[in-house]
């Protein structure tokens, strides 16, 4: 029973009792050395501002949250789908077969349009996702994974609560992201962050009554970066409550 325990351990997410990511690997390359020109799509899913519900209500309703959202993927996907919890509110999904990988996504975002029911609670999640396909755009299941991570991060970027396929010009876009991501971390300590004042007037006799503050981002690196593709970085990383105070 031990040696059972710890191999289950070793394979198996504790909290979902989904296969881990060590689990998925395995069954990656199992399923790609046993056939390696059969047409499968791998599925990465994110579960969309995840980390607003663990701010506000708590890691431990998000844990139970994440139990319930595993729950809903394993029903609303294919019987024959593989389903593993790669960690946080991250999951991915294999399809043999790549065919259907669309309407796959759009029963999982159709199956997420009503409400979680959590201790009682209500709670609103959609999903992100993202799609590659083997052989079409890897053999490698790093690559794939990858691949299909960069598709889901579009998804996001679409408005989340959607789903996109890889192509290859995301690698580039999804690349620069992380670059931007590593620059804002030390951008507020390294005084790159300033603010401009855009007037706010009184239509009805043309007076000045006010002013928005604007967050401009001049980076060392990447020079002057446009505020719409900066600010959704602070969000979803939860910079934006730091830079906020500031």
Known sequence: RAREQLRRLASYDGLTGLPNRVRFQEEMARRLERAPDAPL?????????????NDSLGH????????AAAGRLARALPSEAYIARLGGDEFTAI????GDAAS??????DAFAEPL???GAEVVVSLSIGISLHPQHARDPSL???YADSAMYYAK????????????DMVARVSRRLALETGLRRALAAGELSLVYQPRLDLADG???????LLRWNSAEHGQVPPNEFIPILEDTGMIEEVGLW
């Open 41 to 53: 799509a791998l599925l990465f899913i994110d579960l969309d501002r995840f980390k607003n519900i």
């Open 60 to 67: 431990q309703f998000g844990d139970r949250v994440l139990v």
């Open 95 to 98: 399809l043999s077969g790549a």
């Open 104 to 109: 796959v996504a759009r029963n999982l975002l």
């Open 117 to 119: 029911a959590v201790e």
């Open 144 to 146: 794939l994974l990858q």
């Open 157 to 168: 970027d679409a408005g989340r609560n959607a789903w996109r396929f890889f192509h290859p």
């Open 207 to 213: 007076s000045t009554c006010g002013a928005e503050a």
